[in-house]
């Protein structure tokens, strides 16, 4: 590939499995990381299916960036492909892994507390249910958006 690989996915995706050479820059920094980069040169934009990628490229070209390609079928076609992807030696947890963990726990201790303490608290494991619910139908999880800014998280404390 000739032009300069951008992958939008958030660190723990990139890090269980990514293009050799692509640079990390999370959809949700890529206004502010772009600023300064070359309006003119050309841009593969890299997400796991390619539907983020797709926001991305429509995010550079409302900014002014005139040779952007999104990776056709994302990183799930590359590795279907049989082409070599590089993995980082101590990533985190997938962030679907995370959420699981994080929502189960959530759920648990709300129940828990409901069972020992006041009812109410039984509206705080109905709300995560909820949030699951939205996550699912919108394909757009708040809960993996807060766990993406958690310092284990953070590729610049893993040297990326």
Request: aromatic share 8%; charged share 20%; proline share 4%.
């Amino acid at each position: 590939m000739d032009a300069r690989l951008i992958d939008v996915r958030e660190y723990p995706e990139f890090a269980a499995g990514h293009i050799e050479g692509a640079q990390l820059v999370p959809l949700g920094t890529l206004a502010k990381e772009s600023a300064d980069w070359d309006l003119s040169a050309p841009l593969t934009l890299i997400c796991r299916t390619g539907r983020r990628a797709e926001q991305a490229k429509r995010t550079l070209a409302g900014r002014g960036f005139t040779s952007l390609k999104v990776l056709d079928g994302g990183m799930d076609a590359w590795v279907s492909a049989g082409k070599p992807i590089a993995v980082a030696a101590n990533g985190p947890w997938s962030m679907e892994r995370q959420v699981r963990i994080t929502a189960g726990s959530l759920v648990l201790t709300f129940f828990g507390l409901g069972l020992v303490s006041s009812r109410k608290f039984f509206l705080g494991a109905a709300l995560v249910g909820a949030g699951l619910v939205y996550a699912g139908v919108s394909d757009n999880c708040m809960m993996a958006s807060l766990l993406g800014r958690m310092p284990w998280n953070d590729p610049e404390r893993a040297n990326v």
